[in-house]
């Protein structure tokens, strides 16, 4: 881990928000399926008054479909634009996985960030509790994207991606969308920190394993 | 020659199986006749974890030794373990409307956990479906089939602390490791669990010896 393996996984990072910024075509798919989906979701149901977890659960629902529509793009797009070469040629797998995942954290976190009062506004939430609500949040993107930025690499190099993406995705995900709607629910309903720990413990040893995992099997993804 | 009677010997002890099964006194007085289903239940759920263990050995192996028959092994072992994962499913599901009411119920850690290995290896080999080149096919969804174990933990560990089980935790052995049946059933359940898991590596080494000789085939063509 000398200081050039940092500077490395960070151009890798700031050429994937460089060429994004040109078209902005993830963030706008990713944030416009978000949207679409909280419009639907709020106008078919909010006349009704939801239980805190229902309203925990759909906000997880949003995020895990709107993240599937764009998470695989950073390994797709290199397939597609020939680059894959060029990137093995410039840097160790792990610089490029630890790059491609600061990419997606960040991606989800500005997603978050403009969905959730959007959220909060439209589906008329109250939360008691705002610093554990964001701490599950964040926890949570960062379990998500650690467990899908691998499985982005696998999909990239499939013939029929979209489709396969989610379904590669959902088993795995299926522990960090559980303990999510746990630790949200507990932060809507008020419980506070006592009534979350848990899924927080939960969300934490998730991302480690995911990551570790990753960062141990990425070599083969990305140069099978 | 040998390979003949021991298929024979396989055949004698899964009927031998089958017939007592049902001549016998049911396994469980409450229950009653339905908990017959105990004798095939168990050995294919059994055989599930066998199967997909297999597989992760075989994916392991297969990283490092990059040899096809490696990948073969793993890829055939998934498909006989999904077969065994799918008729647990069933009979698991068909029990369970016959004792709780239900056929499905997502409170069940163990139902929950058998439903996201089905999904995971589903996953698994509609992967390998869609990656053309037989070397990436290999290593992909190897890797796949190695990144997807470490959730397996936390729903055989974690969520059965979360949720409360229905499943009776000592219809096997009990908490100071006994065996909890008696009479015919034990031997019964123990000469199934042995057929159905010889059964098993039997249709494991079937597929690969077919393997090998379209393998040979195809290189004399």
Known sequence: MSSGWTTKALAVLAKDIRTELRTRYSLN??????FTTLVVV????GQLSLGVQVLSALYWIIIFFASMSALSGVFVKEEDAKTAQTLRLFARPSVIYAGKLIYNILLLTILCALLTPLYVAFMNVTVPDWPLFLVVILLGIIGLSGATTIIG?????????????????????????VAAIGGTDAALVGTGWAGAENHIKLLVAYAVIMITASAVLFDFVWNG | MVR????????????????????????????????????????????????????LIYAIRFLKTRSELDDFRSHWSAELGTMFCVLATISGSLFAKVTWGVYWTWSEPRMLSIFILLLIYGAYLS??????????????????????????????????????????????????LHFTMGGTVLPIFLVSLFSFTVLYFWLLGLGIRLHKVQLARFEEA
């Open chain 2, 127 to 176: 992967l390998r479906a869609a990656i053309p080149t037989p070397e990436r096919k290999g290593i992909i969804s190897a890797t796949y089939s190695i990144f997807a174990f470490p959730t397996v933990p936390f729903f055989i560990f974690i969520m059965p602390r979360m949720m409360q089980s229905l499943h009776p935790a000592d219809s096997v052995v009990d908490k100071n």
């Open chain 2, 4 to 55: 003949k009677y021991l298929q024979i010997g396989l055949f004698v002890l899964i009927a031998g199986v089958i017939y007592f099964s049902f001549t016998t006194p049911a396994p469980q007085q409450i229950i009653g006749e339905a908990s017959r289903i105990f004798y095939y239940h168990i050995p294919m759920a059994w055989l599930t974890v066998v199967a997909y263990a297999i597989n």
């Open chain 1, 29 to 34: 798919a990713l944030f416009m399926f978000a």
């Open chain 1, 42 to 45: 709020s106008f078919s149901l």
């Open chain 1, 153 to 177: 690499a696998i999909v990239a190099k499939a013939n029929v991606r979209g489709a396969l993406f989610a379904v590669l995705s959902f088993p795995v995900l299926l522990p960090l969308l």
